[in-house]
């Protein structure tokens, strides 16, 4: 079993940045996949980015161009950088890790945007 630990979630004016962070307990293999999904109130959660093990990156089109995904393995993190943020990134985000083995899921954390 690994855990993910997510830090880096707050509350932010519009058009500021935020920097999540996700930890795995064990390391993270070549074969692995990371990325981020969030949930708004009422709304289902929805994949934000992600990025292979060979490093390609795939976003949401309400976040590209605004937010950069990337990893570093020898850290077994993967990092979230959000800039321009608007009041429709408010959700619970959650890094996800997606093994041969099966999926992870950290914790959660709020993120939210004022007007």
């Known amino acids: 079993q690994v855990q993910l630990v997510e830090s880096g979630g707050g509350l932010v004016q519009a058009g500021g940045s935020l920097r999540l962070s996700c930890a795995a307990s064990?390391?993270?293999?070549?074969?692995?996949?990371m990325g981020w999904y969030r949930q708004a109130p009422g709304k289902q959660r929805e994949l934000v980015a992600a990025?292979?093990?060979?490093?390609?990156?795939n976003y949401a089109d309400s976040v590209k161009g605004r937010f950069t995904i990337s990893r570093d393995n020898a850290k077994n993190t993967v990092y979230l950088q959000m800039n321009s943020l608007k009041p429709e990134d408010t959700a619970v985000y959650y890094c996800n890790l997606h093994t041969y083995f099966g999926d992870y899921w950290g914790q959660g954390t709020q993120v939210t945007v004022s007007s």
């Open positions: 990025i292979t093990s060979g490093g390609s990156r």
């Open positions: 064990r390391s993270i293999s070549s074969t692995d996949g």
